[in-house]
């Protein structure tokens, strides 16, 4: 999802820029990709045309051929907001491990004297689940 969503940034720009807005910063946690999909983030108040450029010249040399390997692909496997939404949906399951992680740990440690942070707990997670069904629809 984040190479496609590259790969946007630099042959389809405006939908990719508009895509990224879609983002919070912790969608982008634990990504590879992630100082280049931020540096994108910090160009979107510049003209759409001079992005591509803009990004090349703030990457790192390791960044920039990850870049331009991507920009080389033929085309693009889905629009750019498509890759958000993967993204998104992706930020969304790592936050419910998370909490199903700190349910299991409260619920083994003592469940009675935890049970409104268990409660607080699984109605994130839930909110989450109806959050991540609806990306997926």
Do not use: C, F
């Not at 440690?109 to 409104?116: C, P």
Request: net charge negative.
């Amino acid at each position: 999802a984040e190479k496609g969503l590259i790969w946007a940034l630099l042959h389809d720009t405006g939908a990719a820029i508009l895509a990224l807005a879609t983002l919070e910063l912790s969608d982008l946690e634990e990504l590879t990709t992630a100082p280049i999909l931020q540096t994108a983030r910090s160009l979107t108040d510049w003209p759409t045309d001079s992005i591509p450029m803009a990004l090349r010249e703030r990457l790192d040399d390791k960044e920039l051929q990850l870049v331009t390997t991507i920009a080389n692909q033929g085309a693009a496997p889905a629009p750019a907001n498509e890759w958000a939404r993967a993204l998104k949906r992706l930020s969304y399951e790592r936050e419910k491990a998370t909490l199903q992680s700190e349910i299991n740990r409260l619920q083994e440690t003592d469940a009675v004297k935890h049970t409104h942070e268990i409660d607080e707990l699984w109605k994130r997670k839930k909110d989450l689940l109806h959050q991540i069904e609806t990306l997926s629809t």
